[in-house]
């Protein structure tokens, strides 16, 4: 499942408690992942999903759940 994979990065990538994680977890607000963090965590995904995500939809992406249905949409 993707939320699963998701989540397992998050909490590599940001060091989040994984409990705290849930679709409409705030990557910023409630991770405190700063820009830097967020740079790693696409990354991260990009790597993990063969995805590439522009920085224009990156902005775009503020929740846990931004990123599972991003990457839904963008998956082959």
């Not at 994979?5 to 849930?22: F, P, R, T, Y």
């Not at 990009?46 to 931004?66: L, M, R, S, V, Y």
């Amino acid at each position: 499942m993707i939320f699963d994979k998701v989540k397992e990065l998050v909490v590599d990538v940001l060091s989040a408690d994984e409990d705290s994680i849930e679709s409409s977890t705030d990557i910023q607000a409630d991770l405190g992942a700063d820009s830097l963090d967020v740079v790693d965590l696409i990354q991260a995904i990009e790597d993990e999903f063969g995805i590439d995500i522009p920085d224009a939809d990156a902005q775009n992406i503020k929740t846990i759940g931004d990123i599972v249905t991003y990457i839904e949409e963008h998956q082959n």
